[in-house]
């Protein structure tokens, strides 16, 4: 079978009149019919005139080929009621409405932090840092570093005088303005107002007011610095209180006490939910949701405390406004096979177990060997000083004090005291550098565990404070993780070899062996060891020693030049 010839006929009105060139078609003779009427029509000459030859297609492509017309797919307009004219506006509305529902994808931009923006001229800079509240107190600078970094806005303003009374009276405080407390700008509690707004402003998503750049990093600067403070404050408390007790059972009482899952239930007691979710019911949330803002709410707000009122004042809230009780069945650590300790205690922890109010309310004598001397005496037990005059006191003991730059001049009137310090502090270096392996067995308390634990803490908020002043522009997250990179163990340890600390450590017979021949068995007790100097160091001579040994001696921040 041969292709099939197509012709297409076309209408006169597809194409333009045919030109004179072309020979006219021939008029019907009346005189001859026969020729008229075999005559083609004139209509049909020209269409077999102007139609193209025909078409030979190959026989494998017979399907004709359809073109898709695009059609018009907008609704057809609401017809309008009867009762409302033609070009009412309601009606416009109404269609404008439709038309706005097929529209054209959005272009997916790049997220706004890749975005470059110019950066500020030196004019607008200058302004920025001298209007930015953290500027304004030059006596406080921690307190100052974490005040928010602009001016609160209207809308601050506006929960403060809302909500603000609430949270003072559940805490309480008194509900004047603090504005009006003390004299002068170097009273920190005049500032307490700001911070305590800044601890329940918690990431709402739902908030406008909580996503500003002010609100947010303050609130996160104040977390970041709170959960150092619970720690440093219940390591304190937990040594003084149980002078016989190892770290570990103390840690879990900590965790009972502040972990994360128990954090609502002490929001809820102290009548703070409904500041912290103000549009959801507590009991019904579940946990992801409820826990992440009440653990920031809660750190927050212990960093307000302390920045405003000191460490005395975080124990009164805790225990009184939240009522905490450290012998609550459900805060007893787990039972485990505890070493009988055979030597006698301090006398101050001999006969009664201290309260918290006997911690917070503790002052040393003026005549007192140490900066903490109770906590002294908590960690480095009375019977140390049979240790006197043995090989290392003699050999090693010089030589680290040197290393360390110790004993610190001190304006004491009496040289006895002087040099009473200087023996104490000889023989808590001692117990710094004993592994547990060596006397662990016949007395639980001569190795470093205890002042490894406060020690720690310390550090901890020490290091803390110090990014907080240093990057006054960074949030909270970014701070916890520069941080938690500083802080890491194995770093810990590396510090205390550079300095060829490590040699002084006492160990075990049983350990001694396996320790010169695995480098790795080491690392944790150097680690221990670095932390235990610190401990030693805040309860002997408080906290700008431990700056000291960390920012000038240890160089944890690896920013002072190596020696070549």
């Known amino acids: 079978m041969g292709p099939l010839p197509i012709v297409l006929r076309l209408s006169s009105s597809s194409f333009p009149p045919p030109s004179s060139s072309l020979p006219p078609a021939p008029s019907p003779n009346p005189q001859n019919p026969a020729a008229s009427s075999m005559a083609p029509p004139a209509m049909a000459f020209q269409a077999l005139a102007f139609s193209p030859l025909p078409l030979h297609l190959p026989a494998t492509r017979r399907r004709a080929r359809v073109l898709a017309v695009a059609a018009d797919q907008t609704p057809p307009p609401p017809q309008a009621s009867p009762s409302e004219p033609a070009n009412s506006p309601s009606r416009l509305l109404r269609e404008l409405a439709q038309r706005k529902k097929a529209v054209s994808p959005k272009k997916k931009h790049p997220p706004r932090r890749f975005i470059l923006k110019p950066p500020l001229d030196d004019e607008r800079l200058t302004q920025r840092f001298l209007n930015s ?13 974490c005040l928010p970094s602009s001016p609160l806005s209207a809308a601050d303003r506006t929960w403060m005088d809302e909500y603000l009374l609430e949270a003072k009276q559940a805490l309480g405080y008194p509900l004047a303005p603090s504005e009006t407390l003390g004299e002068g700008d170097d009273c920190p509690a005049r500032h307490f107002d700001v911070l305590l707004y800044l601890a329940f402003q918690h990431l709402d998503p739902s908030s406008e007011r909580t996503r500003t750049r002010h609100v947010r990093n303050g609130h996160s600067r104040l977390w970041f610095l ?13 040594l003084q209180r149980y002078p016989r007790e190892s770290p570990g059972p103390m840690r879990e009482r900590v965790f009972a006490l502040i972990g994360k899952k128990v954090l609502p239930k002490w929001i809820k007691a102290a009548s703070l939910h409904n500041l912290v979710f103000p549009y959801d019911d507590l009991d019904k949330m579940i946990r992801k949701d409820r826990e992440p803002p009440t653990k920031a709410v809660f750190w927050a707000l212990f960093g307000a405390i302390y920045l405003c009122f000191g460490m005395p004042e975080v124990y009164r809230v805790l225990f009184e406004a939240f009522g905490m009780d450290p012998e609550e069945e459900s805060c007893q650590p787990k039972l485990r096979r505890q070493l009988e300790d055979v030597d006698y205690v301090s006398v101050e922890f001999e006969k009664r177990q201290l309260a918290w109010q006997d911690v917070a309310a503790y002052r040393p004598p003026a005549d007192a060997l140490f900066a903490h001397p109770r906590l002294f005496r908590a960690c480095v037990p009375p019977g140390m000083h049979r240790f006197r005059g043995n090989i290392w006191d ?51 308390r001569f190795c470093f565990e205890r002042l490894e634990y406060v020690g720690q803490k310390i550090q901890d908020l020490v290091l803390a404070e110090r990014l907080i002043m240093k990057h006054l522009d960074a949030p909270g997250r970014w701070l916890s993780e520069k941080h938690r990179r500083l802080l890491m163990n194995k770093y810990c340890g590396r510090y205390l ?30 680690t221990a060891v670095q932390q235990a100097i610190h401990g030693l160091s805040y309860c002997v001579y408080g906290k700008p020693d431990v700056r000291r040994l960390m920012f000038e001696v240890f160089d944890f921040e690896q920013v002072q030049p190596k020696a070549v």
Do not use: W
């Open 226 to 238: 709170g959960q150092f403070v619970l720690e440093l404050a219940f390591c304190e408390f937990f």
């Open 497 to 526: 070899r550079d300095k060829h600390l490590h040699h002084y450590i006492i160990y075990g017979e049983t350990v001694q062996d396996r320790f010169e021949h695995n480098r790795r068995l080491r690392n944790p007790s150097t």
């Open 394 to 444: 003699f050999d090693n003991r010089p030589k680290v004090m040197n290393i360390l730059g110790y004993p610190l001049p001190a304006n004491d009137k009496i040289p006895e005291i002087t040099e009473a310090r200087n023996i104490e502090l000889g023989l808590g270096l001692q117990l710094c550098f004993m592994h547990p392996s060596k006397y662990k067995f016949e007395h639980p």
């Open 133 to 145: 509240p953290q500027l304004s107190l030059k006596s406080l600078p921690l307190l100052s570093s």
